[in-house]
């Protein structure tokens, strides 16, 4: 069984902002694979289901982004699922915008959500999926940036880029990692130089 959770900051307020691409991606995963988000504990909204008969529960924690790893945590323990069947999607200043990346382990990245799940689980062992939304305009703070909306160019390519993130997730739990990696990390090869 995997436990997917999707970063974000609960609230209409917060809705349509960058830092919200990981609830956005969970909840067009959860239309797709008929999983309702319905059930509410451990302050968490989340739904349970089947992905290529893979068992998953996917996970919008309701807490705000730099609180996320209490939540997960309580998700985590109280499915009796380890670190590793954890897999974490949210946004990634450092990827242009609808890029992609698969990460195993290692540091937070600068991210508050994720640095608040390795702190909280007491290991990096999960697997993220990193969603591009590109570096703020200069003057703009990283922090002011995460939390406006994304602009017309990118919100007329949004549901392109969510759609192909949820294929992302679909290709990784039916076919493992080093596909998914293959599919969805191409282009990011030759950008890295």
């Keep these: 069984m995997k436990i997917i959770v999707g970063l974000g900051n609960p609230g209409?307020?917060?809705?349509?902002?960058?830092?919200?691409i990981g609830f956005r991606v969970v909840d067009r995963l959860a239309e797709t694979c008929h999983i309702p988000l319905s059930t509410k504990r451990h302050q968490t909204l989340y739904g349970t289901g089947s992905i290529d008969s893979q068992k998953v529960i996917l996970v919008k924690p309701m807490t705000y982004m730099n609180r996320s790893g209490e939540a997960v945590g309580k998700m985590v323990h109280f499915f009796h699922l380890g670190i590793e069947n954890l897999i974490v999607i949210h946004d990634d200043l450092d990827l242009p915008f609808g890029r992609f990346r698969f990460k195993q382990r290692g540091g937070d990245g600068g991210h508050q959500g994720v640095r608040s799940i390795i702190e909280l689980l007491g290991g990096a062992n999960f697997l993220r999926l990193k969603v591009g939304i590109g570096r703020p305009p200069r003057g703009m703070e990283p922090a002011e940036y995460v939390l406006n909306s994304f602009d017309l160019f990118e919100q007329s390519h949004l549901d392109r880029v969510i759609d192909q993130a949820v294929e992302a997730l679909r290709v990784l739990i039916s076919d493992g990692i080093q596909t998914a990696?293959?599919?969805?990390?191409?282009?990011?090869r030759t950008e890295e130089g």
């Design 12 to 20: 209409v307020r917060y809705l349509e902002t960058r830092h919200n």
């Design 181 to 188: 990696m293959n599919r969805f990390q191409k282009k990011n």
